[in-house]
């Protein structure tokens, strides 16, 4: 089962673009590629496209660098940035979400995304951009790849007012969770940036890493007034069970934020796939580890 829930209440960005769905969501997820996104834009029933987003060169023009639709380690695709914003924009219904996954692609694209803000507030198509910004479990002794400060300069310079989707990098293997540092840091990044956050900042948080941190989690969003909680699975990831997912709508609604709440997780009533799935992730971890990443 396929849990897909959009959080209500946004209120309107400053400037003009459009604000953050109120309502649930379909995902068509990781659409890095020609035939990928052509799928999702038949499909009636999925409502936003999200595309990992780095710099690479598109097949058979290899050596010619410009931002891609790709998730790392991948540097070559039939489709770039440019051509999928066109092409979501001929759609006129999804709404786009943009996964980048290093600095020089978010300062390609953004001016290209400013160009189309116009056209977008025209067919009601609400566009984030989505950056793992800090380090958090399992990885806090990692540089991250798109700092934080660097990502909301980039932001300010080129769109004022979008949406944003701010996350840690995090290796759900590990078997850590968000801690009160982490939401600190956080806390502290968005005062430090004097964000706008009426309503277009969502903190994007692991499901695994997101079952001890209740408590936490929930301080960072009575900090950061306006904003919202996604928690997520990931491609690749094993679901989680289905318990797991009512206990995290339960508890942050007994803390008085779950109409603050969104989930995009895979679900499993199944003891076996998760019991599989916890082996998977603990060989995942080890190999991890013995790699050095």
């Not at 694209?109 to 609400?126: D, F, N, S, Y």
């Not at 990098?169 to 840091?185: I, K, L």
């Not at 968005?190 to 079952?211: D, P, S, W």
Request: net charge neutral; glycine share 8%.
């Amino acid at each position: 089962t396929l849990f897909r829930h959009s959080p209500t209440g946004f209120s309107s960005c400053t400037m003009s673009w459009v604000p953050l769905p109120n309502a649930k969501q379909v995902w068509a997820h990781s659409c890095c590629s020609v035939a990928a996104l052509e799928t999702a834009l038949k499909d009636d029933n999925i409502t936003a496209i999200e595309v990992d987003i780095l710099m690479g060169s598109l097949k058979g023009s290899e050596g010619n660098e410009l931002a891609i639709a790709a998730h790392p380690p991948v540097r070559t695709s039939d489709l770039s940035i440019e051509v999928l914003l066109q092409r979501c924009l001929q759609d006129r219904r999804r709404h786009i979400k943009l996964d980048f996954k290093e600095l020089m692609a978010l300062q390609a694209c953004l001016p290209m995304v400013a160009k189309m803000k116009e056209a977008l507030a025209a067919t009601r198509q609400c566009i984030w951009v989505n950056a793992d910004v800090l380090p958090g479990p399992g990885r806090r002794n990692k540089p991250v790849v798109m700092p934080g400060q660097d990502v909301l300069a980039a932001v300010k310079e080129f769109c004022p007012g979008i949406n944003l989707s701010l996350g840690w990098t995090t290796q759900v293997a590990s078997g850590e969770f968000y801690n009160q540092e982490d939401c600190r840091a956080m806390v502290d990044l968005c005062k430090q940036e004097e964000l706008t956050t009426g309503g277009g900042v969502v903190f994007a948080v692991a499901a695994r890493a997101t079952c001890k941190a209740e408590d936490e989690l929930a301080s960072l969003l009575k900090c950061v007034p306006g904003s919202q909680l996604l928690i997520w699975t990931g491609a690749g990831e094993p679901p989680i069970a289905k318990d797991m997912f009512y206990r995290l709508f339960g508890t942050f609604a007994l803390l008085g934020v779950g109409d603050r709440i969104g989930f995009d997780c895979q679900t499993t009533e199944s003891a076996l796939r998760v019991f599989l799935g916890a082996i998977y992730l603990w060989f995942s971890w080890l190999l991890g580890l013995l790699r050095g990443s």
